[in-house]
């Protein structure tokens, strides 16, 4: 591995025209792609193999054409005080908005409260009309949306208060400029790290290309795809931020070998095969992670994982490539300049900084010395910002978590005001009547054994398809859709299924959106052990291989339990618990989105990996020359604790600037990520693994030998390299080390 990454920086390093060339015209043509490809539509949410799917796939087969996938909007009225909405004045009113929303642009039906039924609440005050549309909420063009909002506003104009809920006036997600300055203190850490402007600018730049190309690859390929904005977000988010640090590892260990005295186009060579070969390894467990989000069988989760995968692999291409080719533009210019220089000037540099150790050689000796002790405050501190993961409260997004200055979260306010917290989460009944002798008694049947359950405010009578085949029953609960309640109501409904099936023939599925978050959340659930399962399994094979012993691929895995579970808790304190939501920005609590902790869990196992690989390569590397266990520990925090620590610092800024986002999930995945990498560089990484490793001593690199035969050797720590570059001023007793490993 590290030989032929030693080729290949030095070709890239030789032939830099033809690699700038070849990313420049891959970026053009990415941008060209997504500028002419058609617009993404709605992301679809399908969940293969839950009830509440198998319902809305059978009504679409069932009710073919139907406009139960297009766009809604429920536009609620209130009357003044001391008013009812069945005053004639307000009656009117009312007609004249709904007549009006009729002659709107792509609109299906509109519903006249006072024909509706169960539409004007009992004490009057309150009513609504729903509007629905022939497209998907996201796929309705602005003229529409506009259209709806500006008869609204002229209703309101009589003194009633009228508000839009649904999901039509909902807006892509943005990220405002808060990304803008998660990349502007990137670029003052990489300043500072490097010492040069042209230093820091490489990073960023190659960083930037590889999301350009990866951002514009995913746009071109929305539409086609069905990947929806979300996943472009998440994929760029995640891009920027390893493509920065991947670069940077180059970039320093391509530093370290000019001050050895080496020629440029050796050190280029070498800082390839040996940082190269950790970028490498670090990006393939990132891979491993997102794109094992597969085995959870939910399609947009495994599209995100996909895309997010392929901006790594992106990431780590440009690293080994462009890096090379831009160091071969920039000359010299990219050592420090001024006093800082010095450090880079070679042997004699070196020689006068000797019995000056620097911060990480200081933290390094201080955690060998007390290694218990660091080991222990390291878990109890993660274990008590553990602790709110045990009140997780999972949940799709809805009206009810919008800002409360919003309209949608007022009408969903005032629809719970009027009818009761359960009916902004209505149940929808299936009943497939195909088999049955009778389908309207079955129905019926149906309907009366749902009204004599616990927590029922309405059932409404059932409605059957031209074919007559398939009816549906709404069911409206007695308490808020987020309840514990609701959710017995749920599954008590569906355990009066088989014994209806086996009276009346009558297949009973129980659907809507309540439903399908409630079998979201427990599908997921099931699929976290078999995801961890694979993921550490995996992972943890490739860091065997990697560092050759047993116990450091387990250590690594039980940091990165630590660092999720410290993240997830931080996600639960602020988002549910509103811990630090003003200033966070976070306007209303609620249930954690579905999909954040277990692409979370993802995103943080690779991210954590990362650190493992680099931190603990450089440790092995100096075991593997002859340094004792302990001294191995300190040598590794030397020459890497000061980069890494940039590089957890730059990864913590670009996911903080995701937290400004108008989206809640990619909100708390900023937050959750910026979380997780602090816990895990700093804490884990940091702290823990030297301490674990000192009291392991040279039990930590045990690996037994047949295993040891039966792995590959991928030469991490550049043994391969001692053949390569003689001529080019390498220390002869770095050759020496090289030559007994």
Request: charged content about 20%; overall charge neutral; proline content about 4%.
């Given at each position: 591995m590290a030989?032929f990454?030693?080729k290949?920086?030095?070709?890239?390093?030789?032939?830099?025209?033809f690699?700038?060339?070849f990313w420049?015209a891959?970026?053009?043509?990415?941008c060209v792609a997504?500028?002419n490809?058609?617009a993404?539509?709605?992301?679809?949410?399908s969940?293969p193999g839950?009830?509440?799917?198998?319902?809305y796939?059978?009504?679409a087969?069932?009710?073919?054409?139907s406009d139960a996938d297009?766009?809604s909007?429920n536009?609620?009225?209130?009357?003044?005080?001391?008013?009812?909405m069945?005053?004639a004045?307000?009656?009117?009113l009312v007609e004249?908005?709904?007549k009006k929303l009729?002659t709107?642009?792509?609109?299906?039906s509109v519903?006249?409260p006072?024909?509706?039924?169960?539409?004007v609440?009992?004490?009057?005050t309150?009513a609504y009309?729903?509007?629905?549309y022939?497209?998907?909420?996201k796929e309705?063009?602005?003229?529409?949306?506009?259209?709806?909002?500006k008869t609204v506003e002229?209703?309101?104009?009589?003194?009633?208060?009228?508000e839009i809920?649904?999901d039509v006036l909902?807006?892509?997600?943005?990220?405002?400029?808060?990304e803008?300055?998660?990349v502007a203190?990137?670029?003052?850490?990489?300043?500072i790290t490097?010492?040069s402007l042209?230093?820091?600018?490489?990073p960023l730049?190659t960083?930037l290309?590889?999301?350009g190309?990866g951002y514009?690859?995913?746009?071109?390929?929305a539409?086609a795809?069905?990947?929806?904005?979300t996943?472009?977000i998440?994929a760029m988010?995640i891009?920027?931020?390893?493509?920065i640090d991947y670069a940077?590892?180059?970039l320093s260990r391509?530093?370290?070998?000019?001050?050895e005295g080496?020629?440029?186009e050796?050190?280029?060579?070498r800082?390839t095969?040996?940082?190269?070969?950790?970028?490498?390894?670090?990006g393939?467990?990132?891979?491993?992670?997102?794109?094992?989000?597969?085995i959870?069988d939910v399609?947009?989760?495994?599209k995100?994982?996909?895309?997010a995968?392929c901006?790594?692999?992106l990431a780590?291409l440009i690293?080994?490539?462009?890096i090379p080719a831009?160091?071969?533009?920039?000359g010299?210019?990219?050592q420090?300049t001024g006093?800082?220089s010095?450090?880079f000037?070679?042997r004699?540099?070196r020689e006068?900084t000797?019995g000056?150790?620097?911060?990480?050689?200081?933290w390094?000796?201080?955690?060998?010395?007390r290694?218990?002790a660091?080991l222990?405050?390291?878990?109890?501190?993660l274990g008590?910002?553990a602790?709110?993961?045990?009140?997780?409260?999972?949940?799709?997004?809805?009206?009810?978590?919008?800002?409360?200055?919003t309209?949608?979260?007022?009408?969903?306010?005032?629809?719970s005001?009027g009818f009761?917290?359960g009916?902004?989460?209505?149940?929808m009944?299936v009943?497939d009547?195909?088999?049955?002798?009778?389908?309207?008694a079955?129905?019926t049947?149906?309907?009366?054994?749902?009204?004599?359950?616990?927590d029922?405010?309405t059932?409404t009578p059932?409605?059957?398809?031209?074919?007559g085949d398939?009816?549906t029953?709404?069911?409206?609960?007695?308490?808020?859709?987020?309840?514990?309640k609701?959710?017995?109501?749920?599954?008590?409904?569906r355990d009066?299924a088989d014994?209806i099936?086996?009276?009346?023939?009558?297949r009973?599925?129980v659907t809507?959106t309540?439903?399908?978050?409630?079998d979201?959340s427990?599908?997921?659930?099931d699929a976290l052990?078999?995801?961890?399962?694979?993921v550490?399994?995996?992972?943890?094979?490739l860091?065997?291989v990697?560092?050759?012993?047993?116990?450091?691929?387990l250590k690594?895995?039980?940091?990165?339990?630590?660092?999720?579970?410290?993240?997830?808790?931080?996600v639960?304190?602020v988002?549910?618990?509103?811990?630090?939501?003003?200033?966070?920005?976070?306007?209303?609590t609620?249930?954690i989105?579905?999909?954040?902790?277990?692409?979370?869990?993802?995103?943080?196992?690779?991210l954590?990996?990362?650190?493992?690989?680099?931190l603990?390569?450089r440790m092995?590397?100096a075991?593997?020359?002859?340094e004792?266990?302990?001294?191995a520990?300190?040598t590794?925090?030397?020459h890497?604790?000061?980069v890494?620590t940039?590089?957890a610092?730059?990864?913590?800024?670009?996911?903080?600037?995701f937290?400004?986002?108008?989206?809640?999930?990619?909100k708390m995945?900023?937050l959750?990520?910026?979380?997780?990498?602090?816990?895990?560089?700093?804490i884990?990484?940091?702290?823990i693994?030297?301490?674990?490793?000192?009291?392991?001593g040279?039990?930590?690199w045990?690996?037994p030998?047949?295993l040891?035969?039966?792995?590959?050797?991928?030469?991490?720590?550049?043994a391969?390299?001692?053949?390569?570059?003689?001529?080019?001023?390498?220390d002869p007793d770095?050759?020496r080390?090289?030559a007994?490993?």
């Amino acid at each position: 591995m590290a030989t032929f990454l030693y080729k290949l920086g030095r070709f890239a390093f030789r032939r830099r025209h033809f690699i700038a060339l070849f990313w420049a015209a891959l970026l053009a043509a990415a941008c060209v792609a997504a500028f002419n490809a058609p617009a993404a539509g709605a992301s679809s949410y399908s969940i293969p193999g839950i009830e509440s799917q198998k319902a809305y796939d059978l009504l679409a087969q069932r009710s073919p054409g139907s406009d139960a996938d297009g766009g809604s909007a429920n536009v609620v009225f209130k009357a003044s005080a001391g008013e009812k909405m069945t005053d004639a004045d307000n009656k009117t009113l009312v007609e004249q908005t709904v007549k009006k929303l009729g002659t709107g642009p792509e609109v299906a039906s509109v519903t006249d409260p006072f024909t509706q039924h169960n539409a004007v609440s009992k004490d009057g005050t309150i009513a609504y009309a729903q509007v629905k549309y022939t497209a998907p909420a996201k796929e309705l063009k602005d003229s529409t949306k506009d259209f709806l909002k500006k008869t609204v506003e002229k209703s309101r104009d009589s003194g009633v208060t009228v508000e839009i809920g649904g999901d039509v006036l909902d807006d892509s997600p943005s990220s405002g400029a808060g990304e803008l300055i998660g990349v502007a203190v990137a670029a003052v850490v990489l300043v500072i790290t490097l010492g040069s402007l042209v230093a820091a600018g490489l990073p960023l730049l190659t960083a930037l290309i590889g999301v350009g190309i990866g951002y514009a690859g995913i746009t071109a390929l929305a539409n086609a795809l069905d990947l929806g904005d979300t996943t472009s977000i998440l994929a760029m988010m995640i891009g920027l931020a390893v493509g920065i640090d991947y670069a940077l590892f180059i970039l320093s260990r391509y530093r370290s070998e000019l001050a050895e005295g080496r020629e440029r186009e050796d050190a280029v060579g070498r800082a390839t095969g040996t940082a190269g070969s950790a970028v490498v390894f670090a990006g393939l467990t990132v891979v491993i992670a997102l794109v094992g989000l597969w085995i959870v069988d939910v399609p947009v989760l495994t599209k995100m994982g996909f895309a997010a995968a392929c901006t790594v692999v992106l990431a780590v291409l440009i690293a080994l490539t462009m890096i090379p080719a831009m160091i071969g533009y920039v000359g010299r210019r990219i050592q420090p300049t001024g006093k800082k220089s010095k450090r880079f000037g070679g042997r004699k540099a070196r020689e006068n900084t000797e019995g000056k150790p620097n911060m990480g050689t200081r933290w390094g000796s201080f955690v060998v010395r007390r290694p218990a002790a660091v080991l222990v405050l390291g878990v109890v501190a993660l274990g008590a910002m553990a602790i709110p993961v045990t009140q997780l409260n999972l949940g799709l997004g809805d009206d009810s978590t919008k800002p409360a200055s919003t309209t949608q979260r007022k009408a969903y306010d005032l629809l719970s005001e009027g009818f009761g917290p359960g009916f902004n989460g209505p149940l929808m009944i299936v009943v497939d009547t195909k088999d049955s002798s009778a389908p309207k008694a079955a129905a019926t049947t149906v309907a009366d054994e749902v009204k004599g359950l616990k927590d029922v405010a309405t059932v409404t009578p059932a409605m059957f398809n031209k074919a007559g085949d398939t009816a549906t029953i709404t069911v409206i609960p007695d308490s808020k859709p987020s309840s514990t309640k609701t959710e017995d109501l749920v599954h008590d409904i569906r355990d009066k299924a088989d014994g209806i099936r086996a009276d009346t023939d009558a297949r009973v599925l129980v659907t809507g959106t309540t439903a399908m978050n409630i079998d979201f959340s427990q599908k997921l659930s099931d699929a976290l052990i078999p995801y961890l399962a694979l993921v550490v399994g995996l992972a943890f094979l490739l860091l065997m291989v990697v560092f050759r012993s047993i116990l450091v691929p387990l250590k690594a895995a039980l940091g990165f339990l630590l660092s999720v579970l410290a993240a997830l808790g931080a996600v639960v304190a602020v988002f549910q618990w509103g811990w630090l939501a003003g200033l966070l920005g976070v306007e209303e609590t609620g249930p954690i989105m579905s999909l954040v902790p277990i692409f979370m869990i993802g995103v943080i196992f690779g991210l954590a990996m990362d650190y493992e690989v680099f931190l603990v390569t450089r440790m092995r590397e100096a075991y593997v020359h002859g340094e004792e266990p302990k001294q191995a520990v300190v040598t590794g925090f030397k020459h890497s604790a000061r980069v890494v620590t940039a590089a957890a610092i730059i990864m913590m800024s670009v996911f903080s600037g995701f937290i400004s986002s108008s989206e809640s999930m990619i909100k708390m995945m900023g937050l959750g990520l910026a979380a997780a990498v602090f816990f895990d560089a700093f804490i884990v990484r940091m702290a823990i693994v030297p301490a674990v490793l000192a009291l392991l001593g040279k039990s930590a690199w045990w690996l037994p030998k047949w295993l040891d035969r039966a792995l590959p050797n991928v030469d991490v720590e550049g043994a391969g390299l001692r053949t390569q570059g003689n001529d080019s001023g390498a220390d002869p007793d770095e050759e020496r080390a090289l030559a007994r490993v």
